[in-house]
């Protein structure tokens, strides 16, 4: 196993541009978190996943920002119409079960311009 | 409201001069509190988890231990490579995500 794969790793786009990043979890893992990070900052939660269904999402996240889980495995996060203020780190996570430690991807990078 | 604060919010030591991080939380029912490791442009590396008062953990130079009202990372005789973002979060009660602190920057100088 080789921990929780982000796909890509950095992404500059222009803004009003759609852009979508995937996550690849630990094999046997059924939670999945997406966190967004801006420097200086700590991780702030976005939504999360067990298996498919989709559990909990941030009031904060705007109505362009949406994610799925096909099947419980992989899952893919979608920004539409990208505005300069959603430049910032991209993390997923995955975790076996409730209240457990989760495990961080190396995140994707997202540079508005 | 669930909160974590995180204190201080840098922190530069010399090699050799332990000292610690301190992360105190407001939280419905705790249910878990971790402690990771970022490096600059990665992902949070797990540490530890802690998960009742007077409950403590060790790897190397770290320790971290647990009260009802926060919790400590110990670094004892820290090396230049345990420059990082230390990041403390919590799972609570009615809640799947974890809560996230906003992290001690330390840095050790040789």
């Known amino acids: 196993d080789t921990g929780v794969s982000q796909d890509p790793r950095h992404k500059i786009t222009k803004r009003g541009q759609n852009v979508t990043f995937r996550c690849d979890p630990i094999s046997e893992h059924n939670r999945l978190y997406w966190y967004r990070q801006t420097l200086g900052q700590g991780p702030e939660f976005l939504t999360y996943?067990?298996?498919?269904?989709?559990?909990?999402k941030s009031r904060l996240l705007s109505d362009r920002f949406s994610a799925e889980r096909p099947k419980g495995s992989f899952s893919t996060l979608e920004i539409q119409r990208t505005e300069q203020g959603d430049s910032a780190m991209y993390l997923c996570?995955?975790?076996?079960?409730?209240?457990?430690?989760?495990?961080f991807g190396q995140g994707t990078r997202l540079t508005v311009v | 409201e669930d909160q974590v604060t995180q204190s201080p919010e840098a922190l530069r030591l010399q090699e050799g001069e332990s000292s610690s991080l301190n992360c105190s939380y407001t939280?419905?029912?705790?249910?878990?509190l971790f402690w990771y490791r970022q490096d600059p442009g990665k992902g949070p590396e797990f540490l530890f988890t802690?998960?009742?008062a007077g409950e403590e953990k060790e790897k190397e130079r770290l320790k971290a231990t647990l009260t009802k009202k926060e919790s400590f990372l110990h670094i004892t005789a820290p090396k230049p490579e345990d420059s990082a973002t230390y990041l403390c979060a919590v799972h609570v009660d009615q809640g799947g995500k974890l809560i996230f602190g906003q992290g001690t920057e330390l840095s050790v100088k040789p």
């Open positions: 996570a995955s975790s076996l079960g409730s209240y457990t430690e989760a495990f």
């Open positions: 802690l998960y009742s």
């Open positions: 996943f067990q298996n498919e269904a989709q559990l909990e």
């Open positions: 939280v419905s029912g705790l249910r878990g």
